[in-house]
């Protein structure tokens, strides 16, 4: 984003503050995909979960333990963590390049797996072995 003061999460809105820590802050996702639907934020602008510091990582993997444990002790049955990183999408209510991971109630055939997620069976297929071969390579081993 050209010009941080119109990131929304670089200031930290009060009436959708669940818990503010030291370097990342936990708030109410608006809008949201479902009831409850949390975003764990850091405080800095960063777009990369490599640009993280070390205590930054802590802190935002410590807040969605947390979290994930909240959702999962208080009201739902399931939690999805998601990290999006979409930097060739362009900036929209629903595109924030400041990094944040979403914490995600989850229901059996609840909303989000009836209006999206079960077409997600159709593109899951066997991993070929020329991918299989390809990817290893490509990350390393
Ligand atoms: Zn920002």
Redesign the pocket.
Same mark, same amino acid.
């Given at each position: 984003?050209e010009n941080?003061s119109e990131?929304p999460?670089?200031q930290i809105n009060k009436l959708f503050l669940i818990k503010e820590g030291k370097s990342a802050f936990v708030q109410l996702s608006d809008p949201c995909l479902m009831n409850g639907h949390l975003l764990i934020i850091p405080k800095r $602008?960063v777009e990369r979960l490599s640009e993280l510091t070390e205590e930054e990582r802590k802190e935002i993997l410590d807040l969605t333990v947390e979290f994930q444990d909240k959702i999962l002790g208080r009201f739902a049955s399931g939690c999805d963590v998601r990290q999006n990183c979409r930097p060739f999408l362009p900036q929209s209510k629903l595109k924030v390049d $400041?990094l944040h991971v979403h914490l995600l109630p989850r229901e059996m055939e609840d909303e989000l797996y009836l209006k999206s997620m079960i077409f997600e069976n159709e593109i899951f297929r066997d991993l070929t072995e020329e991918e299989r071969v390809k990817f290893v390579k490509l990350f390393g081993l």
């Amino acid at each position: 984003m050209e010009n941080k003061s119109e990131c929304p999460f670089c200031q930290i809105n009060k009436l959708f503050l669940i818990k503010e820590g030291k370097s990342a802050f936990v708030q109410l996702s608006d809008p949201c995909l479902m009831n409850g639907h949390l975003l764990i934020i850091p405080k800095r $602008h960063v777009e990369r979960l490599s640009e993280l510091t070390e205590e930054e990582r802590k802190e935002i993997l410590d807040l969605t333990v947390e979290f994930q444990d909240k959702i999962l002790g208080r009201f739902a049955s399931g939690c999805d963590v998601r990290q999006n990183c979409r930097p060739f999408l362009p900036q929209s209510k629903l595109k924030v390049d $400041h990094l944040h991971v979403h914490l995600l109630p989850r229901e059996m055939e609840d909303e989000l797996y009836l209006k999206s997620m079960i077409f997600e069976n159709e593109i899951f297929r066997d991993l070929t072995e020329e991918e299989r071969v390809k990817f290893v390579k490509l990350f390393g081993l």
